[in-house]
Nanobody
Framework: QVQLVESGGGLVQPGGSLRLACVAS????????IGWFRQAPGKEREGVSC????????YHADFVKGRFTISKDNAKNTVFLQMNSLKPEDTAVYYC?????????????????????WGQGTQVTVSS
């Protein structure tokens, strides 16, 4: 059973940065593609970024390109989402999920967790 725990959220001013972490327990993360998703109040969950298990290739939603970076530390069994130049519209609960693959569809179609279930997420609030 894949269990992922998100952390690193908080309150930050516009233009600030945060680094989210997705830690796996019971499994080795390098066997899975990992995606980051978010859900803002009153909105549907949407894809943000993903990273493949095979070659480390990544995809980002257009609204975060150039601002967010996804990376993986296999030694720590952790996937990170570095978020820079944050905007108020980035305010949301951020979730990670284990996937069969990371493709452009991962960040442009309906979010899914292929393995395990959605966790509690971590709240990101961008406000002055």
């Amino acid at each position: 059973q894949v269990q992922l725990v998100e952390s690193g959220g908080g309150l930050v001013q516009p233009g600030g940065s945060l680094r989210l972490a997705c830690v796996a327990s019971g499994v080795t993360l390098d066997h899975y593609a990992i995606g980051w998703f978010r859900q803002a109040p009153g909105k549907e969950r949407e894809g943000v970024s993903c990273i493949s298990s095979s070659d480390g290739s990544t995809y980002h939603a257009d609204f975060v390109k150039g601002r967010f970076t996804i990376s993986k530390d296999n030694a720590k069994n952790t996937v990170f989402l570095q978020m820079n130049s944050l905007k108020p519209e980035d305010t949301a609960v951020y979730y990670c999920a284990a996937l069969r693959a990371c493709t452009i569809g991962t960040v442009t179609t309906a979010p899914r967790a292929d393995f395990g279930s959605w966790g509690q997420g971590t709240q990101v609030t961008v406000s002055s």
